[in-house]
């Protein structure tokens, strides 16, 4: 029990300190991993944390991510959409001035025992959304978790594990696993204005969900998306409490790129979200609806 509550402190503790947890590690095979997406200049871009090959029912979670770009700012960090139950707690902490966030999941009750558990093979942690600088060069932001499994020899024979990152627990005391992170990052292209010397349009060659225009807005506002080849497609909005208010497109679409006109008249001021799902996977961006 002294570990478990160890574990939970540690994810809700406000220093800028990396979670360290003083434990012998446990076989686990999942993995998190950080999504990969382009942007540009002046977008604002969101990023998918993801839970891999999961095969544990587990209580508690967190991943510290850094995002070390002078160009780069977290605005926000969602969990509408993602694999956390309606019970369970979703929450960051975001230390801005070392461009440190970590993500945690806590069940509804700490302290009574067993704790409710998650089960999900694979899934959305969180989204992070960034804002890039106007002024970023075109380059590979990585977003990566700061982690090291260190042994520390204490007397003649014992050997103590000091862990720094990512953390997943299980709802009993020895069900403790650290595990492996697959970084990912946004890669930022600066448009060159070169003209191709055609006047044939060509079509997108990749999935694409940009950011809504106007943002903030009232009521309505174009949301543009691109795809490479046809397929079914849903747009869909969320509510900051990851609630689907919305369904503006939910069908076959053709290859190319497609503006959708939203109408948010009924809907009252806030932050909300908005999906786009098609074969290759899903993006999610940020919008903001003032009255």
Not at 64 to 77: A, F
Not at 130 to 151: K, M, R, V, W, Y
Not at 252 to 279: C, K, N, W
Request: hydrophobic letters at 40%; charged letters at 15%; zero cysteines.
């Amino acid at each position: 029990m002294r570990r478990r509550l160890m574990i939970l402190t540690l994810a809700l503790t406000l220093t800028a300190a990396l979670p360290i947890l003083a434990v012998p590690p446990v076989a686990y095979d999942g993995y998190f991993s950080i999504d990969s997406v382009e942007a540009h200049p002046g977008e604002q871009i969101s990023v998918a944390v993801r839970l891999n090959n999961n095969s544990v029912d587990f209580s508690a979670l967190m991943i510290p991510i850094r995002y070390n770009s002078p160009y780069l700012t977290l605005d926000s960090v969602s969990f509408a959409g993602s694999l956390i139950p309606n019970d369970f707690n979703g929450i960051h902490f975001d230390y801005s001035d070392v461009q440190l966030v970590k993500v945690s999941y806590l069940p509804p009750t700490i302290g009574t025992y067993p704790l409710p558990t998650i089960s999900a093979t694979e899934g959305v942690i969180a989204e992070l959304f960034f804002s890039i600088s106007d002024q970023a060069t075109s380059g590979f932001i990585l977003l990566d978790s700061a982690e090291a499994d260190t042994p520390i020899v204490v007397g003649t024979d014992t050997v103590t594990h000091i862990w720094v990152g990512a953390v997943i627990s299980g709802p009993d005391d020895d069900s403790v696993y650290f595990p492996a992170v697959s970084s990912g990052g946004i890669d930022v292209r600066v448009p060159t204005g070169i003209e191709d010397g055609t006047d044939e349009p060509n079509l997108p060659t990749e999935f694409a969900l940009s950011q809504n225009y106007p943002n903030p807005f009232n009521p309505t506002t174009s949301i543009e998306f691109s795809l490479p080849r046809s397929g079914h497609v849903s747009l869909e909005v969320f509510n900051v409490l990851g609630q689907l208010v919305s369904t503006p497109w939910d069908g076959q679409a053709p290859a190319g790129t497609h503006r959708v006109e939203f109408d948010a008249s009924a809907m009252p001021s806030g932050i909300y979200f908005y999906r786009l799902t098609h074969d290759g996977g899903a993006m999610t961006r940020k919008m903001v609806l003032v009255k």
